[in-house]
């Protein structure tokens, strides 16, 4: 089945040490998005790639970086993990931007120790 | 994005119809309404969307009111297992041109009952 695939499903690092998490897609969709969902809140959008175009939401601190190699994959790269960052991390893909549905991996539960 | 309004959570029989009202009152013509669902520790799973119309797929129906200010999606026998946060998201639809976020509020905690 077509899918949106995140590994590790649970990610530990260390305050401080860089951790990437990834994501990746048999759908084929030009669009890929990474989301930051903390305990009890709803789901928040970080960045997206439209195909090689980055797109970065204003208030993304810049301590988050991500990189899409091609079209399936896309990573989500953080390069000095505070207390803060521990959070569920989103994958998520559209065919194409506006109006589209959007399909969301299984998350990746990062633990910030 | 139009902004809107969910119950914060409602409870449901097992094979009952879950009824999970949303309004959205400063909806533009151009927006549609959708439906996302989330599972504890799950990621967000797409429902259905409309634009005016009721819309019903295998999962969901959607009414929407014909000033199109409130919806209502309708799972007609709920089960144990939809058991999630349900999220109502107003948003533009393809001819917008522009790319738009999911604008995701805090969504109905809906509890299917044995």
């Known amino acids: 089945d077509a899918m949106v695939i995140q590994n590790p499903r649970y990610q530990v690092t260390q305050f401080g040490k860089p951790v990437t998490l990834s994501c990746s897609q048999t759908?084929?969709?030009?669009?890929m998005y990474w989301y930051q969902q903390k305990s009890s809140q709803a789901p928040k959008l970080l960045f997206h790639?439209?195909?090689?175009?980055?797109?970065n939401e204003a208030d993304t601190p810049d301590n988050f970086q991500s990189r899409r190699p091609n079209t399936s994959f896309c990573f989500l790269d953080i390069r000095s993990p505070g207390l803060g960052d521990a959070a569920m991390y989103l994958c998520?893909?559209?065919?194409?931007?506006?109006?589209?549905?959007?399909?969301f991996g299984p998350g990746t539960r990062l633990l910030v120790l | 994005d139009a902004k809107t309004t969910q119950p914060p959570s409602m409870d449901c029989a097992e094979g009952r119809a879950a009824n999970l009202p949303c309004n959205h009152s400063t909806i533009s013509g151009n927006e549609y309404v959708y439906w996302y669902r989330q599972i504890h520790s799950q990621g967000p799973q797409y429902i259905i969307h409309g634009l005016k119309n009721n819309e019903t797929n295998e999962m969901a129906s959607l009414i929407i009111t014909e000033d199109r200010k409130s919806s209502t999606l309708i799972l007609p026998h709920a089960t144990l297992r939809d058991t999630a946060v349900y999220y109502c998201?107003?948003?533009?639809?393809?001819?917008?041109?522009?790319?738009?976020?999911?604008?995701f509020g805090s969504g109905t905690q809906l509890t299917v009952l044995p």
């Open positions: 759908l084929n969709h030009n669009v």
């Open positions: 790639y439209y195909d090689k175009d980055f797109n």
């Open positions: 998201i107003v948003r533009v639809g393809v001819s917008s041109g522009s790319a738009r976020q999911l604008t």
């Open positions: 998520a893909t559209s065919r194409e931007l506006a109006g589209e549905t959007q399909y």
